[in-house]
């Protein structure tokens, strides 16, 4: 299994993060991608990947929640210095977030369509944080359209129509534990979704899957996610395993 979003680095494994890592290679997942939130962060997480080279690999982008306007345009020097210095699989995890801030809209999607740019000048996917922000993020890759253009909807949480919206531009979901969730909706329609546009992904720490929900979440957990799709798929959980990897490995060309 491919764990396509997890923040290992985050301060809430500097506790046990060679034993979480563990744990998640004793349950069989072989790569880890870690999306970039800030220069804050960047050192902890290309320290990581150092350590395990071979199993976990760097984006390199600016969450929509660190865009601040006293800092976005020097964050987004710091991002572009990487992309030109190193390769990265993806820019992520970027795009728009009206959840926390609605004030800094105009200035995320400024961000959001700059590294939208430079993913297509680098031929690179792209992963989408996208929260109660569908429309507005659908309006940017609708204006940004481009045969190079694609990537991941991370953490999908939309409805039917917004995944055919997103599968319609060359994207394809990214499903974590909020499928396990009894009010997640997602569960209801993603039969209709053909596996060859889905990933597996955690994000942890974030959104436990259910039997965790609350806890904190790790890599390890990317099995209660498969089995979940196991039940709505009524495949086989190699099956589940082999094909979701695949569409990983194809996405993010190392």
Excluded at 44 to 69: R, T
Excluded at 195 to 205: A, H, N, Q
């Amino acid at each position: 299994m491919i764990d396509t979003h997890t923040h290992l680095y985050a301060e809430e494994f500097d506790e046990d993060r060679k034993e979480a890592i563990q744990r998640a290679l004793e349950k069989g997942i072989t790569e880890f991608y870690l999306p970039a939130i800030d220069s804050e962060s960047h050192e902890k997480m290309l320290q990581l990947e150092a350590e395990y080279p071979n199993q976990i690999f760097s984006m390199m982008g600016l969450h929509p929640c660190y865009v601040k306007p006293e800092s976005w345009d020097h964050e987004l020097k710091i991002v572009k210095e990487y992309l030109d210095k190193r390769a990265f699989p993806a820019i992520g995890e970027i795009g728009i977030d009206l959840y926390w801030d609605k004030t800094t809209l105009d200035i995320q999607v400024k961000a959001f369509e700059q590294q939208i740019d430079w993913a297509i000048e680098k031929d690179l996917p792209i992963v989408i944080h996208t929260r109660e922000s569908f429309d507005e993020t659908f309006e940017v890759l609708e204006r940004k359209k481009h045969p190079k253009l694609r990537g991941i909807f991370h953490c999908f949480s939309g409805n039917l129509e917004q995944a055919k919206h997103a599968i319609d531009l060359n994207f394809i979901l990214g499903i974590g534990g909020v499928v396990t969730f009894k009010n997640g909706k997602i569960d209801q329609f993603l039969n209709e979704i053909p596996l060859d546009k889905i990933v597996l992904e955690t994000d942890s720490p974030y959104l436990a899957p259910v039997p965790y929900r609350g806890k904190r979440n790790e890599s390890s957990y990317l099995d209660l996610v498969a089995g979940k799709l196991v039940d709505i798929y009524g495949k086989d959980f190699s099956e589940i395993d082999r094909l979701t990897s695949e569409n990983a490995k194809k996405m993010f060309i190392k």
